[in-house]
């Protein structure tokens, strides 16, 4: 993608916030976008993230983006602008110098992953989130018990993968904020978990690192079971619903060979 295929229409919508455009540098797109760019130009730099202007999850994710960033700043980078007509909706973030963080055994970057999801466990949580339950997990779990540990009073971030934190010479982001959500603590560093198991550790040392965390320390260890379980269940499904996508059948992987590491049964959900 270069800027003249977004149209005249999206450069109009941006250029009171941004001014004349000096250069733009598309970079790897996440589900929830159709842009996201780092943009140099007449006003500074900026990260733009773009959707088109239609109802359904891409706008609510955007959306929600633009909500709870006064509460997740600085962890997220600062939204200095917002801009929305007919048939775009964009935010325009600080553009920060990091780099993709490394999840891999041994990384440098470890230590930093767990103080960045320390740093947003001790986020309040902002009365915008309240009206945001987590949800995701409860059709995956085994019962209405089982579902009930994943309720809480924390904002939580979960897409938790190298991606999304970023690691600079000083400081540390989450970046993509598509779906923040009010739920149980803990479901933060146990996405941290599946990911790290994705990424080559086994699921011991990923639980080691994991217990750096807050939440997790305090977290009932039936709730992680629960949620262990559920997980499993909800990457096995989306697995055989797409059996050529190998990164599926690698999540379905990790999350299974976590369960069985817990010692949890993962029946078919209910």
């Known amino acids: 993608m270069n800027h003249n295929d977004l149209g005249a229409g999206f450069w109009s919508l941006l250029h009171p916030h941004t001014g004349d455009l000096i250069d733009f540098r598309p970079t790897a797109r996440g589900f929830s976008s159709d842009v996201t760019a780092l943009v140099e130009c007449e006003k500074g730099r900026f990260f733009v993230k773009a959707v088109r202007n239609r109802p359904g999850g891409r706008r609510d994710s955007i959306t929600r983006e633009r909500l709870i960033n006064p509460a997740a700043f600085p962890i997220s980078p ?5 801009a929305e007509d007919d048939t775009w909706h964009a935010l325009g973030f600080d553009w920060v110098d990091g780099r993709g963080s490394d999840f891999a055994p041994g990384s440098p970057d470890l230590p930093a992953i767990v103080d960045t999801l320390n740093r947003i466990g001790e986020l309040d949580l902002p009365k915008v989130a ?6 995701r997990w409860n059709r995956f779990a085994a019962d209405e018990v089982d579902a009930s540990h994943f309720r809480g009073e ?3 971030y979960t897409d938790v993968n190298p991606s999304n ?9 989450a970046v993509d904020w598509s779906w923040p959500t009010r739920g149980a603590a803990f ?3 146990a996405c941290l978990v599946v990911q790290l198991i994705s990424a080559g550790h086994d699921a011991e040392g990923a639980e080691s690192w994991a217990s750096g965390c807050t939440a997790w320390m305090d977290a009932n260890p039936k709730a992680i079971d629960a949620f ?5 269940r909800m990457h096995r499904a989306f697995a055989e619903r797409k059996p050529d996508a190998s990164w599926l059948r690698a999540m379905a992987e990790a999350t299974q060979s976590w369960a069985s590491h817990r ?6 959900a209910p």
Not at 78 to 82: K, M, P, S, V
Request: hydrophobic share 55%.
């Open 78 to 82: 600062a939204l200095r602008w917002h």
């Open 130 to 135: 309240r009206d945001w339950p987590e949800t």
């Open 154 to 156: 924390a904002l939580l």
């Open 263 to 268: 010692s949890v049964a993962v029946r078919a």
């Open 165 to 173: 934190l970023l690691i600079g010479d000083r400081d540390t982001w």
């Open 187 to 189: 479901i933060a560093p």
């Open 228 to 232: 262990a379980a559920a997980t499993s």
